[in-house]
């Protein structure tokens, strides 16, 4: 008998515990409405944050209760912002598609090297021994951080440059991301003019450290019909709002620091 009432008591106890909190998950429950979930599954899942959101979850929240458009998701393109759109039951709006570009042509063949790394196989790292091997410290660092987050296998790491494929890059910007230089540049898909040099020293430092780099002769400027390039630190730089990409900038770069779309975006 001694040990029946503990027992018992202790079931009372649970029981009302039970009830507690049953009570409490009613009350205090926070209504989800479905259709987050339901474009949440439309995302690729990338997480990229190329939306402007946290991540594929933050947009679909944003899409069902911000209204946020749904044309945001670059790496879903066209098909993703349909079926954002089947769900809410709205117009679907077109995506923007959008590629990775590398400002830099400093390859084995075309830059100098101040000294051999041998360290960890990471860019970071390697910009950690005062700026990387590279005689340019504004170049690409050759060590495939972009390659290993690239969630669709469009980098490869080409006579110690990264190389894109425009065929598979989804414009998502990771590798932008990561890039310690900023080497990478995200630009519309449809871009026919790059600048395809990160360097900012002065024209003689530049080509001493790669033969291939910007000079800031300013001849790209003087050959722009629209005035949409301008070199500004030592660098040129293409306004697209006013680019037409006719290439005339392109033809007159005595370096080809400015490419046109059949050579920036060929592997």
Do not use: W
């Amino acid at each position: 008998m001694t040990i029946i009432i503990p027992i018992i008591a202790v079931t009372g106890i649970g029981l009302l515990c039970a009830v507690m909190l049953s009570v409490a998950s009613s009350v205090m429950e926070v209504k989800v409405d479905e259709r987050v979930a339901q474009v949440r599954e439309c995302l690729p899942g990338a997480n990229c944050g190329s939306c402007g959101y946290t991540g594929c979850d933050g947009y679909a929240k944003a899409v069902v209760e911000q209204g946020a458009k749904t044309n945001l998701c670059i790496p879903g393109a066209d098909a993703t912002s349909q079926a954002i759109a089947d769900v809410l039951g709205v117009e679907a709006e077109e995506v923007v598609e959008q590629v990775a570009v590398v400002s830099c042509r400093g390859d084995c063949d075309h830059s100098n090297k101040k000294y051999r790394y041998q360290g960890i196989e990471s860019c970071q790292g390697a910009k950690l021994m005062f700026g990387g091997e590279g005689a340019c410290v504004y170049g690409c660092l050759g060590r495939g951080d972009c390659m290993a987050v690239c969630t669709n296998g469009a980098i490869t790491i080409e006579n110690g440059v990264a190389a894109i494929d425009p065929a598979v890059c989804k414009g998502c910007g990771l590798c932008a991301k990561v890039c310690p230089n900023q080497v990478i540049k995200i630009v519309a898909a449809d871009t026919q003019v790059a600048v395809v040099c990160n360097n900012k020293e002065p024209g003689a430092g530049a080509r001493k450290a790669c033969s291939n780099a910007c000079i800031a002769c300013r001849k790209c400027e003087r050959e722009c019909p629209e005035g949409a390039i301008t070199v500004r630190n030592n660098l040129a730089s293409v306004n697209y709002a006013k680019c037409i990409g006719c290439g005339d900038c392109a033809k007159g770069c005595p370096t080809g620091a400015v490419q046109l779309r059949n050579r920036f975006c060929t592997r």
